[in-house]
């Protein structure tokens, strides 16, 4: 079992940055998949970002990429989202995620459904 709990949200100016944190307890932590995911009301759940059970590999979302980025800290049992140059069209609910497989290369990545999921955290983003 994983239980993942994210911080950081807000709000923030356009061009601003912010950075989310996601807690993870569970022993199993270290060998999963993580990632970043967003939901604005009346849209499915999107991809953003992951990062490979070793952090060594990296994946982002066309629209965060040169942005966003995402790291782990296996030491301290989390995975963290730096945001800049944050954009109204980053506004929602983000969504820390454990145990997924990305598929894809390149410019254009799908995830399989992760089987954990943090409560999310409101980032708002304005104009």
């Known amino acids: 079992q994983v239980q993942l709990v994210e911080s950081g949200g807000g709000l923030v100016q356009a061009g601003g940055s912010l950075r989310l944190s996601c807690a993870a307890s569970?022993?199993?932590?270290?060998?999963?998949?993580m990632g970043w995911f967003r939901q604005v009301p009346g849209k499915e759940r999107e991809f953003a970002a992951a990062?490979?059970?070793?952090?060594?590999?990296?994946y982002y979302a066309d629209s965060v990429k040169g942005r966003f980025t995402i790291s782990r800290d296996k030491s301290k049992n989390t995975v963290s989202l730096q945001m800049n140059s944050l954009k109204p069209e980053d506004t929602a609910v983000y969504y820390c995620?454990?145990?997924?497989?990305?598929?894809?290369?390149?410019?254009?990545?799908?995830?399989?459904?992760?089987?954990?999921w943090g409560q999310g955290t409101q980032v708002t983003v304005s104009s």
């Open positions: 990062i490979s059970w070793n952090g060594v590999s990296t």
């Open positions: 995620a454990a145990d997924l497989r990305v598929y894809g290369s390149g410019s254009s990545y799908s995830t399989s459904k992760p089987n954990y």
């Open positions: 569970g022993r199993t932590f270290s060998s999963y998949t």
